[in-house]
């Protein structure tokens, strides 16, 4: 297969490479999975990578001892390339050394991407970042360390290949890299079902304080800060539990508020076969995927509550009233 990558990296002496705000294990496998295919394909290349903290989960994907957190020098690059990021905005504070690199590069998933860098290899119908960079890069230059990286996002994204973006060559590409010695059942367990005492408390006090609305066809639960300082849990706790919300039986669509500031919160949306939440979320400024996706709100929980469900509702009647 051809190291289509080459065609970006080609001439290039320095590489910075970032993902998106509150990184995700699309994000930090894609992120890292590149860094560690050019230090072993590219030795010439000098190449950063910049994230914001990220999970200790991650921490079984090689080398993510060497990523950047804090504003640094190095970051300043001729070629900057942006992950699973879908707007300049998402990058945060990596946005300065994408705006003064001399070329911009961006590899992402999501529809809600409008193209914002001098290049752009977006795939909508790819199920991660992951999968779409797997494309890209030669397979037989890959070692174990970085087929895990890869691997470890496509997991993330599919839910274990459960979700709908799940296609038969998202398949064959985590064939392939099973192929290569990723330790599957081990990433599986370790990155996707394991969880700790706090976030198995968290998910607990989640699922108790749900409710239901629109004939027990929207379930939508609120983590504020109180809650999270009682379990001294980090938003990164969270994961996992608007993925369970989801699988509760007659939901169509799940909704979990997090408190991040004073009338402030992120919101993570998931549905299972009617609902646009890629819609929703865009309406507030924010996207992701067509049964996967997230944004930010002002307000009460109450106001946030009720201009999401508006448009829920809009969408389920819309639905109901269609002509077969």
């Not at 060497?66 to 942006?82: G, K, R, T, V």
């Not at 990723?182 to 108790?208: M, P, W």
């Not at 400024?285 to 469900?309: E, F, P, Q, W």
């Amino acid at each position: 297969m051809k190291d289509k990558l080459g065609l970006y990296l080609e001439n290039v002496s320095s590489v910075t490479i970032a993902g998106h705000t509150r990184p995700d294990g699309d994000c930090v496998g894609s992120c890292m999975a590149l860094y560690n295919y050019i230090v072993r394909n590219y030795p010439h290349i000098r190449a950063h990578v910049y994230l914001e903290p990220v999970d200790p989960v991650y921490a079984v994907i090689e080398n993510t001892g060497d990523i950047i957190s804090e504003p640094c020098d190095a970051l300043d690059s001729e070629l900057f390339i942006a992950l699973d990021a879908s707007d300049r905005e998402r990058l945060c504070g990596a946005a300065p050394y994408f705006d003064r690199a001399a070329r911009t590069l961006c590899i992402d998933h999501h529809i809600s991407n409008k193209g914002y860098a001098g290049d752009n290899v977006i795939v909508p119908s790819a199920s991660s970042t992951c999968e779409v960079l797997a494309g890209l890069m030669d397979m037989e230059q890959l070692n174990r360390g970085i087929a895990e990286a890869l691997y470890i996002g496509i997991i993330c994204d599919t839910g274990c290949f459960k979700h709908s973006n799940t296609t038969e060559k998202t398949m064959q590409t985590a064939g392939r890299l099973m192929s290569m010695g990723v330790r599957h059942s081990k990433l599986i367990d370790e990155v996707f079902f394991q969880k700790t005492y706090t976030q198995n408390q968290l998910l607990g006090r989640c699922l108790l304080e749900s409710f239901l609305m629109f004939s027990k066809r929207c379930i939508i639960s609120v983590a504020d800060r109180k809650v999270m300082d009682f379990y001294q849990a980090s938003y990164s706790d969270l994961e996992g539990v608007i993925d369970q919300m989801r699988v509760t039986k007659g939901v169509e669509v799940a909704i979990l508020l997090t408190e991040v500031g004073e009338l402030s919160y992120k919101i993570s949306m998931r549905s299972n076969t009617v609902v646009d939440v890629a819609r929703i979320a865009g309406h507030f400024g924010g996207g992701g995927h067509v049964r996967a996706a997230g944004c930010s709100m002002s307000g009460t929980k109450y106001d946030v509550i009720n201009n999401l469900t508006r448009l829920i509702e809009e969408q389920l009647e819309a639905y109901d009233q269609r002509d077969y």
